[in-house]
């Protein structure tokens, strides 16, 4: 007796269970079947295999083995056609350009989905593009609300949001190990770790407040110069492109398009993130540069609380 079980991709579960219901009247609950005594309908067009086993085999790799990236172009002009900001909307339109190895194939601002580990993935957007890998930083804010340093000095550097930071994405085995000492290493064309505001407002970075252990880790904070590189100015609303501030506290007030109005256990909104370099330019000391839900780059003190850190990673080209 051969038993013909209909496939329907929509209801897996469905299949299986009909098959072993079916099996077990026609067999008794006792008999032991092989799987060549029992097929399924393909229909010629969704699968090849001829037998319920392979079958399974089949839908499982069909939905469990994700692609571990999928990236899509980035356009903030609302009403174009391609009009993709967060990944998600409608008019994405998809982009190989990871596969290709050559420097810049990947603009900056390109939606990455990745995979970090198995069954968890984030959206990042790339920073820059070097042509073996791709260096990214995570939509939202990976940490929020925490201390660039919780002890009165920017002397020992960024020590508290790091730790954070370095904690919640230790599991992301998918990405690079970045090895990087701050302070000596080169980052996107920056290696200091103190910045100052030039007259006509641009930051320039070129000596050192601290300098830390070598480190291992899976992700880093933003520099100064990457959030430069966006377009960001210093107390200039709106001129980091959204990428760089939305999913903060109100951004859609200051022109982005998505928010995050959540607030944490001690009730505080999510408002902006932290840089790695200190500022040399402020007023007052213990100053640090910072983006803003306002979408611009400023400096503020490290004693204040409303802020996080976004991972940027490093990924290679496929």
């Known amino acids: 007796m051969k038993k013909i079980v209909k496939k329907n991709y929509k209801i897996i579960i469905g299949i299986v269970i009909g098959i072993i219901i079916s099996t077990t009247v026609a067999y008794g609950a006792n008999e032991i079947i092989s799987d060549k005594d029992v097929s399924y309908d393909n229909g010629q067009s969704h699968g090849s295999s001829t037998n319920v086993q392979g079958a399974i085999d089949e839908l499982y790799s069909k939905i469990y083995d994700k692609p571990k990236i999928t990236a899509y172009t980035y356009n903030e002009t609302k009403g174009d056609n391609n009009y993709c900001v967060n990944g998600e909307e409608r008019t994405c339109k998809k982009t190989e350009c990871y596969k290709y190895k050559t420097k810049g ?104 407040v601290y300098t830390l252990e070598t480190k291992k880790v899976r992700a880093r904070m933003i520099t100064a110069q990457e959030v430069v590189s966006t377009g960001c100015r210093y107390q200039k609303n709106h001129t980091c492109p959204e990428f760089m501030f939305n999913y903060l506290y109100d951004s859609i007030a200051f022109g982005g398009s998505y928010n995050d109005n959540t607030v944490d256990e001690s009730g505080a909104y999510n408002y902006d993130y932290w840089a790695m370099q200190v500022s040399l330019s402020a007023s007052y000391s213990n100053a640090v540069w910072i983006v803003r839900r306002a979408g611009d780059f400023a400096y503020d003190s490290i004693f204040e609380s409303h802020a996080g850190a976004r991972a940027v990673v490093e990924i290679n080209k496929t």
């Open 105 to 208: 194939s990947c603009p900056q601002g390109t939606i990455i989905k990745y995979y970090v580990r198995e069954n968890e993935y984030h959206y990042f957007y790339v920073l820059h593009d070097d042509g073996n890998k791709i260096t990214m930083q995570q939509r939202e804010n990976t940490v929020r609300n925490i201390l660039w340093n919780n002890e009165p000095t920017t002397s020992n550097g960024p020590i508290t949001i790091l730790k954070a930071l370095e904690q919640a994405t230790s599991t992301w085995t998918n990405v690079n190990v970045i090895e990087y000492t701050p302070g000596e290493t080169e980052l996107n064309g920056n290696k200091f770790t103190g910045c100052t505001l030039t007259e006509d407002e641009k930051v320039t970075c070129d000596r050192n």
